[in-house]
């Protein structure tokens, strides 16, 4: 069953500081995180999702997991591209030894070998 579960307070509020007390995070594509448009309310969330035809921000809807899914599957491809890159180069990857078709929500919590 699908949930959302709040932030607490002071923690939602120390990350937006982080992010507006400096630069956004930026995509090479120039989409940034968080949104420039995105309210900080206590109905928003952090991560919204999108409106039924993928056009138009939900801001208090967070994103779905088939979404959220999809863009994992794009960042495999983007780590699998660096990697390949770097190996030519002779250089080391974090993520070399790491199976990224097995890339999944808690691969990040884990030490990654060098």
């Not at 939602?12 to 448009?37: E, I, N, V």
């Not at 994103?63 to 599957?73: G, I, K, N, P």
């Amino acid at each position: 069953v699908a949930r959302t579960i709040p932030l607490y307070t002071p923690f939602r509020d120390l990350l937006w500081q982080w992010a507006f007390g400096g630069k956004p995070l930026t995509a090479s594509d120039g989409t940034t995180w968080p949104h420039p448009d995105q309210p900080k309310g206590s109905d928003d969330v952090l991560f919204p999702g999108f409106d039924a035809n993928g056009q138009k921000r939900k801001w208090n809807k967070s994103v779905s997991e088939r979404a959220y899914l999809r863009r994992l599957t794009q960042v495999a491809d983007a780590l699998c591209k660096a990697r390949a890159a770097a190996n030519s180069k002779k250089q080391p990857h974090p993520f070399n030894g790491y199976d990224l078709t097995k890339l999944g929500t808690h691969s990040f919590k884990k030490r990654l070998s060098p």
